[in-house]
């Protein structure tokens, strides 16, 4: 018959199995749980007492408990390190470039400074020095993803502002917020940092969708021009009126 226990050592849960033929008319039931490495150490002496000392050849009983200690610890601290990275685990920082967008109307992205938003508009001929550029900062996703999106980050060129979603009255909007490089050099995927990301997901050549990685499926879009709806904002897929695809051009 296999036994498997469950025990803990400083907080860290693990597991041991081993065989033992139990005489006759005789069972055994744990009923505290979870255990210690020790508790499981003494079970299993008292388990091969009660069969004889047969099938277990480790001798004495300090060195049956030792071997359990032993033999647990890399286990442990291995459960340890993989907890410990998942809870650091952040986007890096890989690489940055310049570039700027414009949507499928050709209306490009413009800093209204008084209302400290970015605006879609038609620009033209000696007007187009007021298109935003901007720096985009790609990172490496700290865990495996079946996407192919790339988080990046999105600041005005020349400022220290940065898009950001966050919820306003319960809805995400995009935002523009004060901050660095420095600290967005890493960030951690369960802090509240991730509102500075957007997973870039190209969708032809030079064309992109930006979804917050704070508020999954919702993206950065655009009005209708006869709309005159100004404001670049947050939307769900496929929601009316709305453009979520751009032409994200590289200038570096």
């Known amino acids: 018959?296999?036994?498997?226990?469950?025990?803990?050592?400083?907080?860290?849960?693990?597991?041991?199995?081993?065989?033992?033929?139990?005489?006759?008319?005789?069972?055994?039931?744990?009923?505290?749980?979870?255990?210690?490495?020790?508790?499981?150490?003494?079970?299993?002496?008292?388990?091969?007492?009660?069969?004889?000392?047969?099938?277990?050849?480790?001798?004495?009983?300090?060195?049956?408990?030792?071997?359990?200690?032993?033999?647990?610890?890399?286990?442990?601290?291995?459960?340890?390190?993989?907890?410990?990275?998942?809870?650091?685990?952040?986007?890096?920082?890989?690489?940055?470039?310049?570039?700027?967008?414009?949507?499928?109307?050709?209306?490009?992205?413009?800093?209204?400074?008084?209302?400290?938003?970015?605006?879609?508009?038609?620009?033209?001929?000696?007007?187009?020095?007021?298109?935003?550029?901007?720096?985009?900062?790609?990172?490496i996703t700290p865990v495996p993803s079946e996407t192919k999106a790339r988080p990046v980050a999105l600041g005005i060129k020349g400022s220290n502002l940065y898009l950001s979603c966050i919820t306003s009255e319960g809805t995400p909007t995009l935002h523009l917020e004060v901050n660095s490089t420095t600290t967005l050099k890493s960030i951690n995927h369960e802090s509240d940092m991730v509102r500075f990301l957007f997973y870039k997901q190209d969708t032809g050549v030079d064309i992109s969708t930006l979804e917050s990685a704070h508020y999954r499926n919702w993206f950065i879009s655009t009005a209708l021009q006869q709309d005159n709806t100004k404001m670049v904002n947050m939307c769900q897929s496929a929601t009316p009126n709305r453009f979520t695809t751009f032409t994200v051009q590289r200038h570096n």
């Open 1 to 139: 018959q296999t036994f498997k226990c469950y025990y803990t050592v400083n907080n860290t849960s693990a597991s041991v199995a081993w065989s033992s033929k139990l005489p006759q008319g005789l069972d055994v039931e744990i009923s505290h749980h979870p255990i210690t490495l020790r508790c499981v150490a003494n079970l299993i002496i008292v388990m091969e007492r009660l069969n004889g000392g047969k099938g277990f050849a480790l001798g004495r009983d300090e060195s049956l408990l030792n071997f359990l200690l032993e033999s647990a610890v890399e286990v442990l601290e291995l459960e340890s390190e993989r907890t410990e990275a998942s809870s650091r685990a952040a986007f890096s920082s890989k690489g940055e470039y310049e570039c700027s967008v414009t949507d499928s109307e050709n209306k490009c992205w413009v800093l209204n400074e008084g209302s400290m938003e970015l605006h879609a508009m038609m620009l033209q001929g000696g007007s187009s020095y007021h298109k935003v550029h901007l720096n985009l900062s790609t990172y």
